[in-house]
């Protein structure tokens, strides 16, 4: 039954579809000639552009210092702006059949760049005039690292076969809880094992649901996040209002690694980060190794592709989906705690959708670690970009400069996922006979 | 089973009686979180062996506490037998007795033009997330016609109850599109776009000429008197309850109509319960994938307008945000009413009592509004778990078929 599901609601897509290269080409193309026109053609001939790189608050510290860079800002962005647009071209007329990805990426790139050069002109609205490249990668990894659990959390489940919608309410609980044991311990590490109690409590129950019962995946995912979150809010205002001493934690101190952490701009951003970072990146290694190298990642792909063959080999499809669902929860509780580790205090909207901004990143990754890492940085950038951009006093509306994330996220789905492929037997319920 | 009679075993195997143990199992839930999240409930177990009595306070003071949270609950939102009594005794303050079942009304006018809207995705198949979104832009819309052109009522309100269905249709135009042309998933469109939506309606009233003249708040410009859904007892009578009640009451007739009688909700439902059926017998998914969400997010945008018409009158940054944002809230109704306008209908009636009986508990016990919605997940829960509710409660039937929507993870 299983299979012949899958196999018929392939055949049903439209045939009329756009193909992914049209799609990504045009939205290439369209990009660099927005560049152009808003950043490129947007400021002066005159205005140049400082890109600093030293860490702006322990300068006086570092071994070497590295000059700043001078751009003119007008001709830097058309540059910009022309390569988006050689991009775009190459993938519609080259149509490459691998790599679009990283193509679509540095575009997006570039992009961000010209933005902040625009940003941060000469003779512009603001009296910032320069960006700190250092900065800007820290800040944007920051939320990188929070979108990156959420998606390997997302892959542990959907490669078994189980759609985890619920990340968002995973990234609430472990926010809560995780913020509520800082406050009280001052320890990191224990906030970090709450995170672990209560995302493989999450994905126990919709495991539970979803394979004990066959509901169905997306609905139970939906509710289950929305519970938690009037959970949360509501917990905070039983709990946390009246006793402010609960949510009095901090952000998580940054882990030196010695010597490396000096190498100007790659050192603050790749060895002077939280612990949780470099957990992410522990967790992306393991987790690409284990699903493409080892007996257990074989048998969970193939439960997730077709989990009767699976069964006829013997593998007990329910325990590895209960098990890489569980599994996958814990993840996201601990992205929940990174969350809360970024902004130093819980708030019930804390999560503000990173955990569906996770499962597009999932999407746009492919199902794969190292395709996540880049969609975590595609979307951790975004968001940093509509926070921070205001400190420049852009002339656009805060309102909008915060749409940035969410509307990257509905353009990439609608724009990459195309032909991507979910694991075939991904959101069916599993009966055995 | 011979020994059960069949009219016993037609109403166990019903799922009218599934979906009330589904709620009594919500309130269940309920209690147990106010059990364990109420100081003096907890002090009292905590001193169970401290004395003889420790049990049997520790018993009474939960009953004392959940007993009056519900009752509560049923007085702010239904009715409360004191008031009544006085009320038909002396003949006077009907207005403050008449007041809950008033609010319920009202705030399930909106509920459940909403949830018809889910619903109608639902049975399509498709997943309409986004409905909060497009109520937003259904109440920008509206108040931006509502509060602009002087008009007599009988133009203005039409046009501004039509330019809220239009934001509606604009906006869920959006994932219907995208999923047919070039296959986003509409979950993610549509949560997204809710996101979106907040910063739309933000940016309106902070930037905009819709912002209250003279503000610097995010508070939008007052409907005009003509483009008010005006209370159905006078506005003397206190009683907020308006003409919107017969906007959602003809929704509801109309929906039942589309779906269950006309050839076009024929060819929804069959997408939505078998689409390779659908497609083999020529129906076109595109156009219906693209129909049902301009339909859904017409009626979320209607939904919108009426809650702006008929009850607040102006929007500000608070509109459908948190526990008020509908478009979530009827994601549950639909299902709790099995997608079926009728189920829906009662549904948002439940949940608007919850809802308001909900805010009453608030204001007496100090137990967060949020309670109610906790409630209202946990039902759904367990309405979209059959089974689960079957073995608690030990019933045994043929498998009544779940909740099951033919858009099952991202392939389809």
Redesign the interface.
């Known amino acids: 039954m299983t299979t012949i599901v899958?196999s018929?609601?392939?055949?049903?897509?439209?045939r009329?579809?756009?193909s992914r290269d049209q799609?990504i080409g045009t939205l290439a193309i369209l990009l660099g000639l927005f560049t152009m026109w808003a950043f490129a053609l947007g400021s002066s001939s005159r205005s140049n552009s400082q890109l600093t790189f030293d860490p702006v608050n322990t300068s006086g510290t570092l071994p070497w210092h590295v000059g700043n860079l001078t751009l003119a800002t007008r001709l830097t962005c058309l540059v910009a702006a022309l390569a988006i647009i050689a991009i775009g071209a190459e993938i519609l007329i080259r149509r490459p059949k691998r790599a679009v990805m990283v193509r679509f990426g540095a575009a997006a790139a570039l992009f961000f760049v010209a933005i902040l050069l625009w940003a941060a002109r000469t003779h512009g609205p603001s009296q910032v005039d320069f960006v700190n490249l250092t900065s800007v990668l820290v800040g944007g990894i920051a939320p990188a690292v929070v979108l990156t659990y959420g998606s390997l959390s997302g892959i542990l489940c959907?490669r078994s076969g189980v759609?985890n919608?619920a990340i968002e309410g995973q990234f609430l609980g472990g926010a809560f809880l995780g913020s509520l044991i800082d406050s009280v311990t001052h320890n990191f590490f224990l906030a970090t094992l709450g995170g672990v109690v209560i995302g493989g409590l999450l994905g126990l129950v919709l495991a539970f649901?979803a394979l004990?019962?066959?509901?169905?995946?997306?609905?139970?995912g939906?509710?289950?996040a929305?519970?938690v979150i009037?959970?949360g809010?509501?917990?905070n205002?039983?709990?946390l209002t009246p006793y402010p001493q609960y949510n009095a934690g901090s952000p998580a101190p940054n882990l030196t690694i010695p010597l490396l952490a000096k190498i100007p701009v790659l050192g603050p951003v790749l060895f002077n980060e939280n612990g949780y970072f470099y957990l992410v990146i522990a967790l992306v290694l393991f987790i690409s190794f284990g699903l493409f190298r080892t007996r257990w990642g074989l048998r969970v792909r193939a439960v997730g592709e077709h989990p009767r063959a699976a069964a006829s080999v013997g593998i007990n499809v329910i325990r590895t989906r209960y098990f890489n669902v569980i599994l996958g929860g814990m993840v996201a509780g601990v992205g929940g705690v990174a969350l809360f580790a970024w902004q130093g205090q819980f708030q019930p909207g804390i999560t503000?959708?990173y955990g569906?901004?996770a499962?597009?990143g999932l999407?746009f990754g492919r199902w794969r670690p190292s395709g996540v890492v880049v969609a975590s940085l595609l979307f951790g950038m975004s968001v940093y970009l509509a926070n921070n951009l205001q400190t420049y006093q852009v002339p656009v509306?805060t309102?909008?400069l915060?749409?940035f994330p969410?509307?990257v996220?509905?353009v990439v789905?609608?724009?990459l996922?195309?032909?991507v492929?979910?694991p075939?037997a991904?959101?069916?319920?599993y009966k055995r006979d | 089973m011979p020994s059960v009679p069949r009219w016993l075993r037609r109403v166990i195997s019903s799922p009218i009686l599934l979906t009330f143990l589904a709620i009594t199992l919500g309130l269940v839930v309920g209690s147990f979180?106010i059990i364990l999240?109420?100081a003096p409930v907890l002090d009292a177990w905590r001193s169970l062996f401290h004395s003889w009595g420790g049990p049997g306070h520790a018993i009474k003071t939960t009953f004392d506490y959940v007993g009056a949270a519900y009752r509560d609950m049923f007085t702010g939102a239904v009715i409360d037998p004191n008031s009544l009594w006085h009320s038909i005794t002396t003949g006077q303050s009907w207005t403050s007795t008449l007041t809950p079942l008033s609010e319920t009304l009202t705030y399930a006018t909106p509920l459940t033009i909403a949830s018809i809207g889910v619903g109608i995705t639902f049975q399509t198949g498709l997943?309409n997330?986004g409905a909060n979104g497009q109520a937003i832009i259904g109440g920008i819309a509206g108040v931006a016609v509502g509060s602009s052109l002087h008009l007599p009522t009988i133009i203005l309100l039409p046009i501004t109850l039509l330019a809220g269905v239009l934001g509606g249709v604009l906006t869920g135009a959006?994932p219907g599109l995208?999923k047919?042309?070039?296959?986003?998933?509409e979950?993610?469109?549509t949560?997204?776009?809710?996101?979106?939506a907040n910063?739309?309606l933000?940016?309106t009233l902070?930037?905009t000429p819709l912002q209250q003249p003279g503000q610097g708040n995010d508070i939008s410009r007052n409907l005009l008197p003509g483009a008010l859904l005006s209370p159905l007892f006078g506005t003397a009578s206190g009683l907020r309850v308006n003409w919107g009640v017969f906007i959602a009451a003809g929704v509801v007739v109309v929906a039942w109509w589309f779906l269950e009688r006309s050839s076009l909700g024929f060819e929804f439902r069959v997408s939505g319960a078998n689409?390779?059926a659908a497609?083999v017998s020529g129906i076109n998914?595109?156009k219906i994938t693209i129909l049902a969400f301009l339909i859904s997010g017409g009626l979320a945008g209607l939904a919108g307008i009426t809650e702006v018409a008929g009850t607040t009158h102006f929007i500000d940054g608070g509109f459908l945000v948190?526990?008020a944002g509908i478009g979530?809230t009827a994601?549950?109704v639909s299902?709790l009413g099995r997608n079926r306008p009728v189920g829906i209908m009662w549904g948002a009636l439940l949940f608007a009592a919850l809802g308001v009986g909900g805010r009453s508990m608030q204001a007496s016990t100090g137990?967060?509004l949020?309670?109610a919605?906790?409630i209202q997940?946990?039902i759904?829960?367990f309405i979209?778990?059959p089974?689960?509710v079957q073995e608690i409660f030990r019933i045994r039937s043929r498998a009544t078929s779940?909740?099951?929507?033919a858009?099952?993870?991202?392939?389809?």
């Open positions: 899958s018929t609601t392939g055949a049903l897509r439209p009329l579809r756009l799609v959907e759609v919608i649901f004990r019962y066959q509901s169905d995946q997306i609905i139970v939906v509710v289950l929305s519970l009037s959970l809010s509501y917990l205002l039983q709990i503000s959708g569906y901004i499962l597009a999407i509306s309102s909008i915060l749409m969410y509307v996220t509905i789905v609608s724009g996922i195309g032909r492929r979910a075939a991904d959101g069916l319920p | 979180v999240t109420t997943f997330i959006l995208l047919s042309f070039t296959g986003a998933h979950v993610i469109v949560l997204m776009f809710n996101y979106v910063l739309i933000l940016f902070l930037s689409p390779h497609r998914p595109r948190g526990s979530f994601i549950t299902l137990i967060p949020d309670l919605t906790v997940y946990s759904v829960l979209a778990t089974v689960m779940g909740l099951q929507l858009s099952q993870g991202w392939n389809t």
